[in-house]
T-cell receptor, first 115, second 113 residues
Framework: GDSVTQMEGPVTLSEEAFLTINCTYT??????LFWYVQYPGEGLQLLLK?????DKGSNKGFEATYRKETTSFHLEKGSVQVSDSAVYFC??????????????FGQGTRLTINP | DVKVTQSSRYLVKRTGEKVFLECVQD?????MFWYRQDPGLGLRLIYF???????EKGDIPEGYSVSREKKERFSLILESASTNQTSMYLC????????????FGSGTQLSVL
């Protein structure tokens, strides 16, 4: 079945460091790919998405490129801030069931940024 | 702004109790979802609903049931709570037949003792 694998956490970086969180997927067909972020005490919110191969999603300085050849969607940011401390989830959607999006999530990567 | 509200932030129950988790959304969304979030396992889909009184099993429905009597409200029911159901439960909603993002509630941390 469809699955998403993220790099093991937790990840701890200093402010202004470069961030990469790896995400690879297994899916039939052509999935849409997402990064969701969960700040402390809150629900998940969409960070960025890409719907086809070679698309780049970007938001708040974060970027991820849909690489079909390597089945990957790695999250990057050039200079992280303390406020980026959160749990990051990679997810895929392969289609609709009864009109509802069924997402498959990775295990999440906890990121802590120290000042 | 869309709001998805879960009735309790923290809940402590005893083994064997019947537990109700409530979720309400205010954006007239057709689709609503229940996930559980566990460390190292990410989010796993328990059930979802695509219309009033309509439901579909997710990946881990065993031990759970759901109810959707009104469009804005989706309830998760643990018929007889067990300790392995201790978890963070997240509700989400979105519009039907779209690629719109899911809107999540802030979660209910359930402890079953």
């Amino acid at each position: 079945g469809d699955s998403v694998t993220q790099m093991e956490g937790p990840v701890t970086l200093s402010e202004e460091a470069f961030l990469t969180i790896n995400c690879t997927y297994t899916a039939t067909g052509y999935p849409s790919l997402f990064w969701y972020v969960q700040y402390p005490g809150e629900g998940l919110q969409l960070l960025l998405k890409a719907t086809k191969a070679d698309d780049k999603g970007s938001n708040k300085g974060f970027e991820a490129t849909y690489r079909k050849e390597t089945t990957s969607f790695h999250l990057e940011k050039g200079s992280v801030q303390v406020s980026d401390s959160a749990v990051y989830f990679c997810a895929l959607r392969t289609g609709l069931i009864q009109g509802a999006q069924k997402l498959v999530f990775g295990q999440g990567t906890r990121l802590t940024i120290n000042p | 702004d869309v709001k998805v509200t879960q009735s309790s932030r923290y809940l402590v129950k005893r083994t064997g109790e019947k537990v109700f988790l409530e979720c309400v959304q205010d954006m007239d969304h057709e689709n609503m979802f229940w996930y559980r979030q566990d460390p190292g396992l990410g989010l796993r889909l328990i059930y979802f609903s695509y219309d009033v009184k309509m439901k579909e099993k997710g990946d881990i429905p065993e031990g759970y049931s759901v109810s959707r009597e009104k469009k804005e409200r989706f309830s998760l029911i643990l018929e007889s709570a067990s300790t392995n159901q201790t978890s963070m439960y997240l509700c989400a909603s979105t519009r039907q037949f779209t690629n719109e993002k899911l809107f999540f509630g802030s979660g209910t941390q359930l402890s079953v003792l």
